[in-house]
């Protein structure tokens, strides 16, 4: 009975969205060609040199080499394997929902039990270190708060992290791997599949939450505040540059900002449950969002006392 009440939700929404195409074109395609440019400008640089090296890099088993330096490190703080604190690197490098992706990944190469991956999507969501130094700082004007972001975003998923830990000694059981050989052109073709596709799942929810944002906006004439947290919501990147436009406090726009990257927007959790399918509970992920954004920002606070 829940599940039709849910089609029915969705498909309603599907047709006044498609109604909407033709009482608003100019506003649709401004809203497409703005998803577009925040795409091409902000997204793609930081995401594709990263998302097809990293993806190299499993393809010619670096994560086994990398594993064995994290290895007594990664075990003994969150009693799980060495080659968990390749994607706990990756990820903190590259920013979501490269987490996502690479658990996948080793997932699938055996690399990885479903055990840890469901307790690593828990916590491998950090933010680009580059958007919120860069993006982040032309709303806010102000790069010591954006440290402080930085900082309080990166804290709260570690004690994430440590909350949720398994108890020691539970995933100490090897699993087989069978290491292949490599042939660069192959791997290089098959990580470049793999970059777009992905990369073709965040263009195409960016442009999603896009429009659905600016439909809400114009059919409920919302006002400028709500229509920051509307954008937020939806997608922390037009949120986060949405708040140049507005004239509020700046531990107010921090907190904001703070909210919309610990939570990751809608359209981050599109693109997470697209990549995790049913092979990871998206569940666990949501979970690891909410306490993100309550810890983070506690610690946000503090910061600034």
């Known amino acids: ?49 990263m998302f097809l090296f990293t993806n190299l890099l499993i393809e010619y088993n670096t994560v086994i080499i990398i594993s064995k330096y994290l290895k007594p490190f990664i075990e003994k703080i969150f009693h799980v394997r060495g080659e968990c604190g390749y994607i706990i690197l990756i990820s903190l490098i590259s920013g979501f929902p490269s987490g996502s992706k690479n658990i996948i990944s080793l997932l699938e190469k055996n690399l990885i039990t479903v055990t840890e991956a469901n307790y690593l999507i828990t916590f491998t969501h950090f933010s680009n270190p580059l958007f919120i130094l860069n993006v982040v700082n032309l709303s806010l004007h102000n790069k010591l708060i954006c440290l402080k972001i930085l900082l309080a975003h990166f804290l709260s998923n570690f004690i994430i992290a440590y909350l949720l830990r398994p108890k020691k000694n539970t995933l100490t059981k090897e699993i087989s791997f069978k290491k292949q050989k490599t042939n660069f052109s192959l791997s290089l073709n098959k990580s470049l599949k793999n970059t777009y596709n992905t990369l073709s799942l965040i263009m195409g929810t960016t442009i999603f939450c896009f429009l659905v944002s600016a439909l809400i906006i114009k059919i409920f004439h919302l006002n400028n505040f709500t229509t920051i947290i509307v954008n937020g919501l939806l997608d922390l990147t037009l949120g986060t540059t949405s708040l140049k436009n507005i004239s509020i406090p700046l531990i107010t726009k921090s907190i904001l900002i703070l909210t919309f990257i610990s939570f990751g927007s809608i359209s981050v959790h599109l693109q997470v449950a697209s990549i995790l399918e049913k092979k990871v509970k998206y569940t666990n992920f949501l979970y690891g969002r909410l306490l993100g954004i309550i810890i983070s920002i506690i610690l946000f606070i503090i910061m600034l006392l």
Request: no cysteine; net charge positive; proline share 6%.
């Open 1 to 49: 009975m829940l599940k039709k009440y849910k089609d029915f939700f969705i498909i309603t929404n599907i047709l006044i969205i498609i109604v909407s195409l033709f009482l608003f074109p100019t506003l649709i395609k401004r809203q497409i060609l703005l998803s577009l440019n925040v795409f091409i400008t902000i997204l793609f640089p930081t995401f594709f040199p």
